[in-house]
Protein backbone atom coordinates (compact mmCIF):
# COMPACT_ATOMS: atom_id res chain seq x y z
CA UNK A 1 0.00 0.00 0.00
CA UNK A 2 1.03 3.86 -0.06
CA UNK A 3 -0.29 6.79 0.70
CA UNK A 4 0.09 9.80 -1.04
CA UNK A 5 2.14 12.93 -0.58
CA UNK A 6 -0.16 15.15 1.76
CA UNK A 7 -2.34 12.41 3.08
CA UNK A 8 -0.86 13.08 6.76
CA UNK A 9 -2.13 16.67 6.65
CA UNK A 10 -5.92 15.69 4.94
CA UNK A 11 -7.58 13.00 6.93
CA UNK A 12 -10.11 12.59 3.72
CA UNK A 13 -7.05 10.87 1.18
CA UNK A 14 -7.44 7.14 1.27
CA UNK A 15 -4.92 4.20 0.51
CA UNK A 16 -4.43 3.07 -2.59
CA UNK A 17 -4.09 -0.24 -2.79
CA UNK A 18 -0.42 -1.77 -4.81
CA UNK A 19 0.20 -5.29 -6.01
CA UNK A 20 -1.30 -7.73 -5.74
CA UNK A 21 1.75 -9.65 -4.76
CA UNK A 22 -0.05 -12.82 -6.40
CA UNK A 23 0.35 -16.05 -4.49
CA UNK A 24 2.75 -14.37 -1.89
CA UNK A 25 1.42 -14.64 1.66
CA UNK A 26 1.74 -12.11 4.20
CA UNK A 27 3.96 -9.74 3.87
CA UNK A 28 6.19 -9.63 7.12
CA UNK A 29 8.99 -7.16 5.59
CA UNK A 30 9.54 -4.12 3.41
CA UNK A 31 12.59 -2.67 1.84
CA UNK A 32 12.96 0.37 -0.55
CA UNK A 33 16.36 0.52 -2.13
CA UNK A 34 18.31 3.67 -1.66
CA UNK A 35 20.13 2.75 -4.99
CA UNK A 36 19.54 0.70 -8.15
CA UNK A 37 21.53 -0.93 -10.95
CA UNK A 38 21.66 0.40 -14.12
CA UNK A 39 23.96 -2.05 -16.37
CA UNK A 40 25.87 -3.47 -14.06
CA UNK A 41 26.51 -0.25 -11.54
CA UNK A 42 25.22 0.94 -8.52
CA UNK A 43 23.51 4.77 -8.98
CA UNK A 44 20.46 6.70 -7.23
CA UNK A 45 17.22 5.20 -8.00
CA UNK A 46 14.48 7.36 -10.22
CA UNK A 47 12.84 9.50 -8.03
CA UNK A 48 9.67 7.93 -9.54
CA UNK A 49 10.37 4.70 -9.51
CA UNK A 50 11.96 3.53 -6.77
CA UNK A 51 12.90 -0.41 -6.01
CA UNK A 52 10.76 -2.22 -3.46
CA UNK A 53 10.98 -5.80 -2.14
CA UNK A 54 8.81 -7.80 0.50
CA UNK A 55 9.58 -10.61 1.95
CA UNK A 56 7.02 -12.97 2.98
CA UNK A 57 5.93 -16.25 3.88
CA UNK A 58 6.20 -17.71 0.67
CA UNK A 59 10.06 -15.86 -0.59
CA UNK A 60 11.09 -12.35 -1.19
CA UNK A 61 9.17 -10.42 -4.22
CA UNK A 62 10.65 -7.47 -5.85
CA UNK A 63 8.94 -4.58 -7.95
CA UNK A 64 9.85 -2.20 -10.55
CA UNK A 65 7.10 -0.63 -11.03
CA UNK A 66 6.22 1.20 -7.73
CA UNK A 67 4.83 -2.00 -6.16
CA UNK A 68 1.82 -2.29 -9.30
CA UNK A 69 3.46 -6.05 -10.48
CA UNK A 70 5.78 -8.27 -8.17
CA UNK A 71 8.17 -10.46 -9.12
CA UNK A 72 9.39 -13.77 -6.70
CA UNK A 73 12.58 -14.38 -6.35
CA UNK A 74 13.81 -17.56 -4.55
CA UNK A 75 16.93 -18.96 -5.98
CA UNK A 76 19.58 -19.33 -2.98
CA UNK A 77 17.02 -18.78 -0.35
CA UNK A 78 17.31 -21.76 2.47
CA UNK A 79 13.79 -21.70 3.33
CA UNK A 80 10.77 -19.30 1.72
CA UNK A 81 9.61 -18.85 5.46
CA UNK A 82 10.66 -15.20 5.63
CA UNK A 83 10.48 -12.96 8.96
CA UNK A 84 12.78 -9.88 8.11
CA UNK A 85 13.97 -8.18 5.43
CA UNK A 86 16.06 -4.51 5.03
CA UNK A 87 18.23 -3.14 2.72
CA UNK A 88 22.32 -1.55 3.35
CA UNK A 89 22.76 1.82 1.72
CA UNK A 90 24.65 0.04 -1.47
CA UNK A 91 21.42 -1.99 -2.18
CA UNK A 92 22.99 -4.92 -0.47
CA UNK A 93 19.46 -7.43 0.72
CA UNK A 94 19.10 -9.23 3.80
CA UNK A 95 16.94 -11.59 4.87
CA UNK A 96 15.34 -13.50 8.20
CA UNK A 97 13.94 -16.39 8.42
CA UNK A 98 11.71 -18.04 11.13
CA UNK A 99 14.08 -21.31 11.10
CA UNK A 100 16.86 -19.05 12.17
CA UNK A 101 18.55 -18.69 8.63
CA UNK A 102 20.27 -15.40 7.44
CA UNK A 103 20.32 -15.09 3.68
CA UNK A 104 21.72 -11.74 1.63
CA UNK A 105 21.62 -11.06 -2.05
CA UNK A 106 24.55 -8.74 -3.09
CA UNK A 107 22.62 -8.41 -6.79
CA UNK A 108 19.62 -6.67 -6.11
CA UNK A 109 17.73 -9.33 -4.38
CA UNK A 110 17.69 -12.01 -7.81
CA UNK A 111 19.82 -14.57 -5.86
CA UNK A 112 20.47 -15.10 -2.41
CA UNK A 113 23.24 -16.92 -0.43
CA UNK A 114 22.77 -18.50 2.58
CA UNK A 115 25.03 -17.35 5.86
CA UNK A 116 26.41 -19.67 8.02
CA UNK A 117 24.87 -19.03 11.31
CA UNK A 118 26.13 -21.92 14.00
CA UNK A 119 23.60 -24.02 15.16
CA UNK A 120 23.19 -22.77 18.32
CA UNK A 121 22.40 -19.47 17.33
CA UNK A 122 19.56 -20.47 15.21
CA UNK A 123 16.18 -18.90 16.62
CA UNK A 124 13.40 -17.17 14.72
CA UNK A 125 15.10 -13.74 13.27
CA UNK A 126 12.46 -11.32 14.53
CA UNK A 127 14.53 -8.19 12.41
CA UNK A 128 17.75 -7.50 10.40
CA UNK A 129 19.24 -4.04 10.34
CA UNK A 130 22.18 -3.23 8.30
CA UNK A 131 25.12 -0.56 9.16
CA UNK A 132 24.74 3.10 8.04
CA UNK A 133 28.18 2.97 7.65
CA UNK A 134 27.80 -0.81 5.60
CA UNK A 135 29.95 0.67 2.77
CA UNK A 136 32.86 0.62 5.25
CA UNK A 137 32.26 -1.97 7.62
CA UNK A 138 29.91 -4.48 5.35
CA UNK A 139 28.07 -5.43 8.88
CA UNK A 140 24.40 -6.56 9.40
CA UNK A 141 22.60 -7.51 12.37
CA UNK A 142 19.93 -9.90 13.21
CA UNK A 143 17.77 -9.54 16.20
CA UNK A 144 16.04 -13.22 17.25
CA UNK A 145 13.59 -14.82 19.61
CA UNK A 146 16.01 -16.81 21.35
CA UNK A 147 19.37 -16.39 21.02
CA UNK A 148 19.87 -12.46 21.39
CA UNK A 149 21.09 -10.38 18.80
CA UNK A 150 23.95 -11.43 15.56
CA UNK A 151 26.59 -9.90 13.90
CA UNK A 152 27.96 -10.36 10.44
CA UNK A 153 31.06 -8.21 9.68
CA UNK A 154 31.70 -9.70 6.18
CA UNK A 155 28.53 -8.74 3.96
CA UNK A 156 26.26 -11.93 5.51
CA UNK A 157 28.41 -14.72 4.97
CA UNK A 158 29.05 -15.58 8.54
CA UNK A 159 27.08 -14.69 11.38
CA UNK A 160 28.16 -14.60 15.41
CA UNK A 161 26.23 -13.21 19.02
CA UNK A 162 26.74 -10.01 19.36
CA UNK A 163 24.57 -9.98 22.56
CA UNK A 164 27.00 -8.97 25.44
CA UNK A 165 24.98 -7.16 28.01
CA UNK A 166 21.47 -8.03 27.14
CA UNK A 167 19.03 -8.73 29.77
CA UNK A 168 16.85 -11.24 27.49
CA UNK A 169 17.52 -13.07 24.79
CA UNK A 170 14.44 -12.14 22.83
CA UNK A 171 15.11 -8.70 21.14
CA UNK A 172 11.93 -7.53 18.66
CA UNK A 173 13.23 -4.95 16.57
CA UNK A 174 16.42 -2.86 16.05
CA UNK A 175 17.51 0.70 15.24
CA UNK A 176 20.42 2.39 14.70
CA UNK A 177 21.68 6.65 14.04
CA UNK A 178 22.23 7.62 10.58
CA UNK A 179 25.90 8.40 11.34
CA UNK A 180 26.16 4.75 14.10
CA UNK A 181 27.10 7.32 16.73
Known amino acids: M ?6 L ?3 KVSWDCLGPISGGGTVVGLAISPVREVLGYWVAPTP ?19 GK ?7 GLTTPLL ?16 DGSLCYSMDFGKSWSAGKVPRELRAPVTATLASPSFRKDNAAFAATSGTGVLVTR ?11 GLADSTVLALAASPDWS
Open 154 to 164: DGGKSWEDSSV
Open 2 to 7: SIPKGA
Open 9 to 11: KDS
Open 48 to 66: HIPLYWAATSCGIFRSYTS
Open 69 to 75: RWTQYLT
Open 83 to 98: SSLTVAINGALFAGAL
